[in-house]
């Protein structure tokens, strides 16, 4: 079984606001990770099923055996009513690279200043917040079914004057380099409560999923995001990912190294080249009249008959057996002819 990288926060720095140790934690079981976290993929975020539920952005998160993978953004259920979810980030402190985990609580904290979209442009929040015991969804930055929600508002003039135009996944140099504001350490010595337990299962699930790894995916993963933990899982165009889509990257993986393009662009109903060739193994089956013949698996080609030349003039005629002739037919003979006169 893989084995994921504990991660602790160090509360009491942050507690007292120390700028430095801001971005600085421990991993646990020895793991100091010195590269940094690929940048946050540009998805489209799926609609909210449920009336009620909030945005987890989708993050990086760190296995100590396989690296980075992408955890996807999600719609959960909050632990209660009147509760925000501030995201995880990374932060390097000049040697290593550690998460700050994410958590519940009345205010949003500090999540690094990454721009995750979706309301989470980097500082505090502009999806939505809670009204007389019900969410409200700012359908300017939150896609939300207007089927099944229907406590909505737009409010597009917010997205500017906090939005950071920056994809990086980390705070510190290279990335995003911008300290806490005053209310969101304040928000960060709030009473938190910990991510919930299908939040947990959320991560492992994609710690899991090989199609999800930094590695393989080259920063797309397979599974941008879903509707709901356990749900539909969908790309980074929004489109649903199946079975295809959640494969691709696996068997790009799986190429042989001495053939790493093997099996790229194959046509989609014949996946295996030799699937239709004779069992003789003739690479010449089905080819066209006109084209060259070729040897079937690196063998000499079998001779084919060749074609007569034409007779020059000083050739010798060919002898070509002449068919019997029947003799004709003896004539008949004629009767007399009798004359008559009158």
Sequence with gaps: MKRIATVFILTAAMAFGVSKTDAQISIGVGVSIR??????????????????????????????????????????????????????????????YGFHAGYWGPHIGFYGGVNYGFGYGGVGFIGGGWQGGAFRYNTAVMNVNVNVVHNTYVDRTVINNTTVNNRASFNGPGGVTRQPQPQERQAMNEQHIQPTAEQTSHAQMASKDHNQLASV????PAAAAMNKVNGRPVDEQGHAATASTLGHANAAANRPANNPNA????????????????????????RPANAPQQPANNTPAKQQPQAQPKQQPHAQPQQHAQPQQRPAPKPRPQPPHEEHHP
């Design 263 to 286: 099996g790229v662009n194959r046509p989609a109903g014949n996946p295996n080249p030799v699937a239709n060739r004779p069992a003789t193994g003739n690479a010449n089956a089905n």
């Design 35 to 96: 590269i940094a976290p690929p940048p946050i993929p540009v998805y489209v975020q799926p609609a909210c099923p449920t009336d009620g539920y909030l945005w987890e952005p989708g993050y990086w998160g760190y296995d100590d055996a396989d690296g980075y993978y992408w955890v996807p953004g999600v719609w959960v259920a909050p632990p209660q009513v009147g509760v925000l979810w501030t995201p995880g980030y990374w932060g390097y402190d000049g040697s290593l």
């Design 217 to 220: 995916n080259n920063g797309h």
